[in-house]
């Protein structure tokens, strides 16, 4: 069976750090994208791009990445 999910995945330097999982409906998007703006604000990302950042599903600075990726 396959699952369809919203992942928040970080990334710093060359080593995966977490990744987290929703289901890939209305709240589970939502919730992701609370989470990613999250951890991208607390590694320097500025509230008016964030949609931005959203939408393209990834937020860098540095040696940091997170990324907003759907998969099935």
């Not at 369809?4 to 990744?19: K, M, S």
Request: hydrophobic content about 35%; overall charge negative.
């Amino acid at each position: 069976m396959k699952l369809n999910t919203v992942n928040v995945f970080e990334h710093f330097g060359a080593l995966p750090q977490n990744l987290h999982s929703f289901k890939d409906d209305k709240k589970g998007n939502k919730e992701a994208e609370a989470l990613f703006t999250k951890l991208a604000k607390e590694n320097g990302a500025v509230e008016a791009h964030i949609p931005s950042y959203i939408e393209d599903g990834i937020y860098e600075s540095g040696d940091y990445s997170v990324f907003l990726i759907h998969s099935t």
